[in-house]
DNA sequence: AGAAATTAGATTGCGCGCAACTTGAAATTC
DNA sequence: GAATTTCAAGTTGCGCGCAATCTAATTTCT
């Protein structure tokens, strides 16, 4: 400690405490947390030749077909310069269509094909294989996804309140 | 509900239990998580002329400088495809160094320069900070983390434990 | 109605993140 | 001690993820 007395500066405090360990820092465990996942993941989604986001695509759309872009990104917080290559690829993969609507020329609406569909069934079972692989009982992780989700929803609103 | 019965197939157990659900998948909740941090930060590195991840290999090297690559990969979980461009560019910024260790020229050692040693004292506010957009107290976000890290690490032994 | 502002999406550029492969050095094996 | 194997790092290719910019359609304002 290069101030041991009791009066020390703020930085000084914050050194002490050692806060910029990496290892104390909560946005490495869920930045290292989030790539555990896809590398669970991996596996499983390469056997549908999807990757994970475009599997989240997917899942909003087997939730309700024909979501408009802006819609999809509002709900998993991507903007066009991602979303936009990435439905390219689903369209090429045949598992959706793309189709301004036609009430408002903007809006991009995206459906699943019948090829798009049927792949939900071969993804049913992934949810149960991922909660075997985090070794906790399904009531444990729901406890811990509601935590995360307050703590992301805290950290965006912290953003977007800067305007 | 296709089968209102109480005999159901396991697809359809699946299904009516509703975990295809974005919202009730856990992993979602991690990767949307670790983007919010990463709009957190994204202010506070831009003032440093550092991404998230270079921040990380800087994190690693404050608290002890000269390791090797592989040492920060293993820490970082990240191989040599995504470490060798990203120290080249911290390399570059003149932030560090990076050296051929001299008893085993296989390893890459990376140590800070003076200009990387005194950039910590710009970050040292940074913990804080993000504790403060977290907006919950640091005790249970420590909690939190903890929690986080195991279920990393149970996942990471899902996935190594297939070799 | 016409001008200005807003909105949804597309495009470009850059930095990860990872798989697959290559290179060169060290350790093992015989 | 020479051949094989293992190991650390580098390279290439591709798909995000996001900032910045652009385009075209709609809405708002006057």
């Not at 050692?18 to 056997?47: E, T, W």
């Not at 811990?144 to 912290?158: F, G, K, Q, S």
Request: proline share 6%; aromatic share 6%; net charge negative.
């Amino acid at each position: 400690m290069p101030e041991p007395g009791p009066k020390r500066s703020l930085p000084d405090a914050c050194e002490a405490e050692g806060h910029l360990m990496l290892a104390s820092q909560i946005c490495f465990a869920v930045y290292s947390a989030a790539h555990a996942f896809n590398r669970v993941y991996k596996p499983l989604l390469d056997s549908l030749g999807l990757t994970y986001p475009q599997y989240l695509v997917l899942l909003l759309l087997w939730e309700e077909d024909g979501r408009t872009m802006k819609a999809l990104g509002q709900r998993l917080y991507l903007d066009s310069g991602t979303l936009t290559p990435l439905l390219k690829r689903l369209e090429a993969a045949g598992l959706i269509r793309r189709a301004r609507d036609a009430a408002d020329e903007r809006l991009m609406r995206v459906t699943l094909t019948e090829a798009g569909q049927d792949l939900r069934q071969r993804a049913l079972p992934f949810p149960a294989e991922i909660v075997c692989a985090a070794g906790q009982s399904p009531e444990k992780l729901a406890e811990l996804r509601d935590e995360i989700v307050a703590l992301r929803d805290a950290l965006h609103a912290t953003v977007s309140e800067r305007e």
